[in-house]
């Protein structure tokens, strides 16, 4: 059984029944978001060793968390048995630690955790509340990070707040999105002749780098065209199978990989762009006319993919966001974890990058 389907009945069977007693009438909602394969529907008997089995996130306001949450997680210890649907209440590895805080209450001995949604916000964004996000908090958000707070299951939520908050963050606004693919294909744009370049030079080795980068800047591109959060790299390719533009890149990305020359590196590359952009102007995203060619008379394909930014650029309506760098939104200029995962790092960092 995948996690979220556990996740679910142990809500349905033990914890839910169990609170209307224990707490009889208690608004709440009750979810599994934040952390796990399972929340992508992922998880296999690998992913099990990450706090993997039946757990629930019970959401209550600040007021009803300070009267209710510690003594009911404490008081859940006493009654749960110890195995659910044949999985141990306690997991079977726990390398995270069990909630614990000002709005976070957990046990280690079972999977039951209470919070509150503006601490469960903060914790993923540096942030308390999600109605007046700036396009300048939306660049200085990890995707992995929306797309944890996204996917999961939400199994009950009687004030609608949780479900809001998920709709408010479920993709990225316009103007910030069409800056994001604009800076993709900067980033497509500064290295895409470096692969030819470097193989001519002699380096394979470093072309073989660079074209391999280069596959990860397509893939993250057709997340974006598909308006879709790219998740972190261990399930990027599990992901990126499922978009609809994965059957048409594949092939030309496998190609680039294995290419035993710079030149098919090179050539397989160029198709990929152009394939992405066929794709963003059958959409009427932001469109140009796509021309692959050599660059500027040496012999390695690229795309025109300076005209693709100006397009995007030009497709940002609020003039704040179009005067900004093209430089990126926090994804596009690191792939840190301990930075991605650390939301007031993460703000801090843009605000100095992008002034």
């Keep these: 059984m ?4 556990l996740s ?11 609170l209307a007693e224990a707490a009889p009438g208690l608004p709440h909602a009750a979810a599994l978001i934040g952390y796990g394969s399972e929340l992508l529907g992922l998880d296999d008997e690998t992913s099990r060793d990450h706090n993997w089995g039946p757990r629930v996130h019970i959401i209550l306001t600040r007021e009803l968390f300070d009267a209710h949450a510690r003594r009911l997680v404490a008081e859940f210890a006493q009654i ?3 195995r659910f649907l044949g999985e141990p209440i ?6 995270h630690p069990a909630a614990d805080g000002p709005e976070a209450a957990g046990d280690i001995r079972h999977g039951l955790e209470c919070h509150t949604l503006e601490a469960k916000l903060e914790g993923s964004f540096a942030t ?7 396009p300048r908090h939306w660049l200085g958000f990890a995707e992995q990070k929306l797309l944890a707070f996204t996917a999961g299951s939400v199994f009950r939520d009687d004030d609608g707040r949780l479900e809001q908050a998920r709709q408010r963050l479920a993709y990225f606004p316009d103007d910030v999105w069409f800056y994001k693919i604009a800076c993709q294909w900067r980033r497509i744009a500064e290295e895409q002749a470096f692969v030819g370049r470097a193989g001519q030079a002699g380096d394979d080795l470093g072309s073989r780098v660079i074209a391999a980068r280069l596959v990860r800047d397509v893939m993250r591109m057709a997340f974006l065209i598909e308006r879709r959060y790219a998740p972190y790299s261990k399930w990027l390719g599990s992901l990126f199978s499922r978009l609809s533009l994965s059957g048409a890149l594949t092939p030309h990305l496998q190609r680039a990989l294995l290419a035993e020359h710079w030149e098919g590196r090179g050539e397989a590359l160029a198709s990929a762009y152009l394939e992405l952009a066929k ?18 008379g040496r012999p390695f394909a690229t795309i025109n993919a300076d005209d693709a930014v100006a397009s995007a650029v030009t497709a940002i309506a609020d003039p704040q966001v179009r005067a ?4 990126g939104s926090l994804d596009q200029v690191s792939d840190l974890t301990p930075l991605l995962e650390a939301p007031d790092h993460s703000q801090r960092a843009m605000r100095a990058i992008l002034g």
Excluded: C, K, M
């Design 2 to 5: 995948q996690g979220i389907e």
């Design 128 to 134: 308390r509340s999600v109605d007046e996000l700036t």
């Design 90 to 95: 306690g997991w079977r590895g726990r390398p």
């Design 279 to 296: 794709h963003q102007n059958a959409l009427g995203i932001a469109p140009f006319e796509a021309i692959v060619g050599h660059y500027f």
């Design 8 to 18: 679910r009945r142990f809500y349905a069977d033990i914890v839910g029944p169990w």
């Design 324 to 327: 900004l760098p093209v430089i």
């Design 80 to 82: 749960v048995p110890e």
